[in-house]
């Protein structure tokens, strides 16, 4: 059974720094593109970062770049999302989800469309 779990969340004080991780259980995870996606209450869902399966492709949103950073260890079947310099609108619940992009290939997307499995969902929270 395919299946993404995600942890690594919390409450941080603005300025502080998380890392999230994704551990695939059930398929190989380096045929897979990964994704990372957040939801705060009464919005919609929104593409946070992606990388590609090769791990030479990344995309973030323009409200993460600089800040967060996605990487991925195939050996480990994990992804990360190391999130620094967070802020109170990076509250939400992260998601990461899989789509089979092939082996070593290099794209990805930022649309939940493209995705799936998803995980359950670790919740963020930046409050001082």
């Known amino acids: 059974q395919l299946q993404l779990v995600e942890s690594g969340g919390g409450l941080v004080q603005p300025g502080g720094s998380l890392r999230l991780s994704c551990a695939a259980s059930?398929?190989?995870?380096?045929?897979?593109?990964i994704g990372w996606f957040r939801q705060a209450p009464g919005k919609e869902r929104e593409g946070v970062s992606c990388?590609?399966?090769?791990?030479?492709?990344?995309k973030y949103a323009d409200s993460v770049k600089g800040r967060f950073t996605i990487s991925r260890d195939n050996a480990k079947n994990t992804v990360y999302l190391q999130m620094n310099s967070l802020k109170p609108e990076d509250t939400a619940v992260y998601y990461c989800?899989?789509?089979?992009?092939?082996?070593?290939?290099?794209?990805?997307?930022?649309?939940?469309?493209?995705?799936?499995?998803w995980g359950h969902g670790t919740q963020v929270t930046i409050s001082s």
């Open positions: 989800a899989a789509v089979w992009s092939g082996y070593y290939t290099s794209s990805c997307s930022l649309r939940a469309a493209d995705f799936g499995p």
């Open positions: 059930g398929f190989t995870l380096g045929y897979y593109a």
């Open positions: 990388i590609s399966s090769s791990g030479n492709s990344l």
